[in-house]
């Protein structure tokens, strides 16, 4: 079914269940489907009514020269990332699929605003988003921002979407701003304590270094306070050299580190198991800021 035709339909159900009092449960892909219980109290997952985005599905418009591409809120993550590709383009902020238990969406990466590793480099979803289209709880399709980067007219609502799991409305449609891929990039670790690697990073933060993204993450055989530091350089090859240089540490073969780094965004590295080996008491705390 055409979007002309489907948008309508899609009016009606959500004027029809106001009407009565009845709740919608929005939905794409499932692929957050785990995280579902931290909205349990909307009682969204009891409504009377469903409805499914992954029918509003497709790439609208792209243009590789502009860095911008426009989907609708149904089309694959895996889709879009494939489309850019081609033209050595991504999204610098690494949306996770969590296609274990369902395919990712463009809408579900918007209402959910869950960023990967570079987040705290690149920024988050909400720093790429330029404009989108909205049904609200009245039925109407709303528009905000557009396609292009300068964009100052009205208020920022599109950005304001992010996170909102669906509270404000349906998305239809999204317009996001991408990035050329660094043409270098490398993987560096360090053994250190929790405290060294807090020191250590915000000394080198605040060097000109072509820092991306890093984790450190416990090593229980190594002992009480011990363990890993990964930091992710990324910029001009001869920056990145500068940087290895300057920092040491174990550079990762490119294949260890993609694993590393995919394993972090998709949270399926052990570290994040509900429990440590060996410690029943352990547990792990998911925080998640637009």
């Known amino acids: 079914m055409q979007a002309d035709d489907l948008i309508p339909l899609w009016q ?6 106001a009407a009565r009092g ?9 692929s957050k489907a785990p995280w579902w219980a931290a909205v ?10 469903t409805l499914d985005t992954t029918l509003l599905s497709g790439i609208t418009h792209y243009e590789p020269t502009e860095l911008v591409i426009t989907a609708r809120a149904g089309a694959p993550l895996t889709d879009i990332e494939a489309a ?78 992010c996170g909102t799991l669906g509270s404000l409305g349906v998305i239809l449609d999204v317009s996001l ?9 490398a993987t560096l670790r360090f053994s250190m304590t929790q405290d060294g690697a807090i020191i250590r990073s915000n000394t080198w933060a605040a060097q000109p270094l072509p820092l991306n993204a890093g ?6 055989s190594a002992g009480t306070g011990k363990g890993v ?15 290895c240089a300057k920092l040491g540490g174990e550079r990762l073969p490119e294949a260890d580190a993609e694993a590393f780094w995919t394993g972090l965004r998709e949270q399926t590295l ?7 080996p060996g410690d029943s008491q352990a547990a792990l705390w998911r925080l998640s800021l637009p």
Request: a positive charge; zero cysteines; charged letters at 20%.
């Open 12 to 17: 009606d159900l959500v004027r029809d269940a």
């Open 22 to 30: 009845e709740r919608i449960r929005i939905h794409g892909g499932n």
């Open 40 to 49: 349990q109290h909307s009682r969204a997952d009891t409504a009377e009514h």
């Open 84 to 161: 850019l590709a081609e033209h050595h383009q991504f999204l610098p902020f690494e949306p996770p699929h969590f296609a274990r238990s369902g395919q990712a969406t463009l809408g579900g990466m918007v209402a959910s605003a869950m960023s990967g590793p570079a987040r705290i480099s690149a920024g988050g979803v909400r720093d790429y988003v330029l404009g989108a289209s909205l049904l609200n709880g009245k039925g109407e399709v709303l528009r905000f921002g557009g396609e292009v980067m300068k964009n100052v007219a009205g208020f920022d609502v599109s950005r304001l979407l």
């Open 177 to 185: 701003k991408v990035l050329p891929r660094a043409p270098a990039e």
């Open 215 to 220: 984790a450190w993450l416990p090593d229980r």
């Open 229 to 243: 530091l990964t930091l992710r350089l990324r910029g001009a090859q001869a920056a990145v050299l500068a940087a």
């Open 270 to 276: 052990p570290w994040f198991a509900s429990t440590w």
